[in-house]
């Protein structure tokens, strides 16, 4: 079994220090083989549920799977000819 821990609207550092304790102890090595984590890292910002821009974003960043919040709703898109 492959487990994932998906994560977001953390808003770190601008409005918390850190990740909230409870997730401390999941963070052990070898417990969680994948993190998939989305929400404000205060970054830049690309506008929220705008897949060309995203798609932009994720070819910059060069990375098979973008996850991406703030639109309060799961959506999962293949784009522009995405395997």
Same mark, same amino acid.
């Given at each position: 079994?492959? %487990?994932?821990? =998906?994560?977001?609207?953390?808003h770190?550092?601008? *409005?918390?220090?850190? %990740?909230?304790t &409870? $997730?401390?102890?999941?963070? @052990?090595?070898? &417990?969680? !083989?994948?993190? @998939?984590? +989305?929400?404000?890292?205060?970054? &830049?910002? @690309?506008?929220?549920?705008? %897949?060309?821009?995203? =798609?932009? %974003? !994720? *070819?910059?960043?060069? @990375?098979?799977?973008?996850?991406?919040?703030? +639109?309060? !709703? $799961?959506? =999962?898109?293949?784009?522009?000819g995405?395997?």
């Open positions: 079994m492959v %487990l994932v821990l =998906a994560l977001g609207d953390l770190i550092p601008h *409005r918390a220090a850190d %990740l909230p &409870k $997730f401390n102890s999941m963070l @052990v090595p070898g &417990k969680i !083989q994948h993190i @998939v984590c +989305t929400g404000n890292l205060c970054s &830049k910002v @690309v506008p929220w549920g705008d %897949l060309d821009s995203l =798609a932009m %974003l !994720q *070819r910059q960043v060069d @990375v098979d799977i973008l996850a991406t919040g703030h +639109t309060h !709703q $799961f959506k =999962a898109y293949k784009h522009e995405a395997s």
